[in-house]
């Protein structure tokens, strides 16, 4: 069959006469009205940056807890996450414990606290946390003895007993003190704080929606211009310097708020700025700026909390 006589934006290779339609705003994110699409990017790039930028900016960017926010089904704060991670916000013996936040499919939410175990020296210092699967000697080994541990989240007293088991075996000196109870809020709600970090995966993700709409609006011929190559390879290759091409900004971005000094966007504000002298594109976005990086959430159940000392 013939092609459609057209180079797909990214990778620059012939479209075949059926391609998959490549969603400005990637449909996870949520559903946009109007639902704006692109007929010039191959399969294969579709794919790639569905499984390879979409996934990661769903499940471990500020992207992921506002999707939570507004009821769509997922989860952020997984063992493995590095660039968002919710953290207890509230309680002095267990302040900056890692959580997972989940939501099913009718948008109920929940909060998990993962299981793990707390560490300060005295009574002045904030508790450091260490994940089950982290600890080891060499974190109990920072705590002298007199020092405070604390032992919280999990299913219930298997993992807490388990979690003593395994503190006993790289801090032979502890005494177990008991059980506490959690400062639990009337409503069962505890305040999380929001950790979080924009890395290279989630800036190619941002750059990849900005040139999106500007192939959209400006058309693919424009697009497929050969000075857009190095922007091209970032994107699809994950090739070249980050730095230049993605800026998270704190200040409004878009003129009328400018002018007025009134904020209308927190979040998912993309612009881009041709740069004719060097020849690239920036974005600028303001997806990482929310002005309140905390929020309260259920408890799913009530978090187990052993204290030794
Ligand atoms: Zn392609």
Redesign the pocket.
């Known amino acids: 069959m013939a092609g459609s006589g057209n180079n797909?934006?990214?990778?620059?290779?012939p479209l075949p006469a059926k391609v998959p339609r490549e969603h400005l705003i990637p449909q996870s994110f949520g559903v946009f009205k109007p639902d704006l699409t692109l007929r010039c990017?191959?399969g294969?790039?579709?794919g790639h940056f569905g499984s390879k930028l979409e996934f990661q900016m769903l499940h471990d960017s500020l992207e992921g807890a506002r999707r939570l926010e507004f009821g769509l089904k997922g989860r952020i704060g997984s063992l493995g996450a590095r660039n968002i991670m919710p953290v207890i916000a509230e309680g002095d013996d267990w302040k900056g414990a890692r959580t997972q936040m989940r939501t099913v499919r009718d948008g109920k939410e929940s909060t998990y606290v993962l299981p793990q175990v707390g560490a300060r020296r005295n009574d002045s210092d904030d508790f450091e946390w260490c994940l089950e699967k982290d600890l080891a000697k060499e974190w109990a080994d920072k705590f002298p003895k007199g020092s405070q541990f604390r032992i919280v989240g999990g299913n219930g007293p298997e993992d807490n007993n388990r979690l003593v088991e395994k503190l006993k075996v790289v801090c032979p000196t502890f005494v177990y003190g008991g059980v506490m109870n959690p400062p639990f809020s009337e409503d069962g709600r505890v305040l999380l704080h929001l950790e979080t970090t924009i890395n290279r995966t989630q800036a190619r993700c941002l750059c990849k929606i900005a040139f999106n709409y500007m192939a959209f609006t400006c058309g693919h011929t424009f697009a497929t211009s050969r000075e857009f190559d190095d922007m091209r390879q970032f994107i699809?290759y994950d090739a070249g310097d980050e730095a230049g091409r993605v800026f998270v900004k704190e200040k409004p971005i878009i003129a009328q708020e400018i002018v007025t000094g009134q904020r209308g966007t927190d979040d998912h504000v993309l612009t881009v700025e041709g740069r004719p002298a060097d020849r690239t594109l920036q974005v600028s976005s303001s997806f990482g700026t929310v002005k309140r990086p905390s929020l309260k959430s259920k408890l799913m159940r009530e978090p187990f909390l052993s204290f030794i000392s």
């Open positions: 797909c934006i990214y990778c620059r290779t990017v191959c294969e790039c579709n699809r």
